[in-house]
């Protein structure tokens, strides 16, 4: 596999020096997280916290929140059985269990300030308890309402990216390596940039490293992202991978990271998104279907259920 080395520039590496990455090891996830895992970190590292609660999905979210929510009651339930239930005036029931269910409640009403009046503590030691509870209850309320606001005025790019990468015809005669990305949201993002970095193992001297080389794009910038945009570089005689092959790509664990820059005009931020394609995800001999057309009244829809959708297509033979 022949490459011009002029293109590969060590700042092109993306951070991830020189070493290089096991079998299907991508450097960027497909989801656009970075594939780096750290340790020799505390165990309780405050500075991760917020990032983590803002930055983790709305299942896992709702699912700490949930919990969170839960195991407070479920402590303070006990902790109101162990002072004695009698403590609770109201709590009626003739078992633990019963116990148990009214002290959980009750603590959940404290908890949110509710208060529905049924049960109330009596004595000094549960009134205390009850109070810092009501005291905790507004400071964890408090926090989950900042942590809420914050996911949803967090500004961030929501792209769509093809599954796959196309190796197509393009112009007259020529390839193209190319992908398709499109706004999942309604927001309208201008001033997009986009950059592909084509990375390879490779035997130096007998010890294998990672290169990386930045690939030419037909089109880098777009002023606004209204349809789908076709990322395409072209397999030309510029190109550093013309005469690459699928066997290439396969032998050398190749991989593409796709980063995408763009300024979301709902939020007068700077976004950006990021994917990677491993060599299996290379498609040969293929092109995209339009993912979009105009309806009865000339509007025009954009399918983004059909941003992966190709078909097989005949390939230059001089290419």
């Keep these: ?42 165990f309780f590292r405050t500075t991760d916290v917020y990032n983590n609660l803002i930055s983790m999905s709305w299942t896992r979210f709702w699912a700490v929140i949930v919990t969170g929510y839960l195991i407070t009651n479920l402590i303070f339930a006990t902790v109101y059985n162990l002072t004695g239930i009698e403590n609770l005036r109201g709590a009626d029931g003739g078992n633990l269990f019963e116990h148990f269910y009214n002290a959980f409640f009750f603590s959940a009403q404290t908890l949110s300030t509710v208060g529905y009046g ?93 290169k990386f080389f930045p690939l030419a794009l037909e089109r880098t910038t777009a002023n606004i992202l209204t349809l789908s945009w076709t990322v395409v570089h072209p397999l030309n005689d510029d190109s550093p991978i013309k005469h690459i092959t699928s066997d290439d790509l396969e032998r050398t664990n190749a991989n593409f990271a796709v980063l995408l820059k763009a300024y979301d005009d709902s939020f007068s931020e700077t976004v950006h998104s990021r994917t990677s394609y491993q060599y299996d995800e290379v498609v040969w001999g293929a092109r995209f279907v339009p993912a979009f057309y105009a309806d009865e009244t000339g509007k025009m829809i954009l399918d983004l259920g059909k941003i992966s959708d190709f078909a097989q297509a005949e390939m230059p033979l001089d290419a």
């Design 118 to 210: 049924h049960i109330s503590p009596k004595g000094f030691l549960t009134n205390t308890i009850a109070a810092f509870e009501s005291m905790l209850g507004l400071l964890a309320f408090a926090l989950a309402t900042g942590l809420l606001y914050g996911r949803f005025s967090r500004p961030s790019a929501k792209i769509i990216f093809s599954e796959n990468m196309l190796v197509a015809p393009y112009l007259q005669g020529e390839r193209g390596l190319m992908f398709r990305l499109a706004n999942m949201r309604a927001n309208t993002l201008i001033d997009l940039n986009v950059s592909v970095v084509f990375s390879y193992n490779e035997d130096v001297d007998g010890k294998t490293v990672r």
């Design 1 to 42: 596999m022949a490459f011009d080395k002029k293109v590969s520039n060590s700042e092109d590496d993306l951070g991830f020096g020189r070493q290089a990455v096991a079998k299907r090891q991508r450097t960027i996830n497909k989801d656009g997280s970075i594939n780096v895992s750290r340790k020799g970190l505390p």
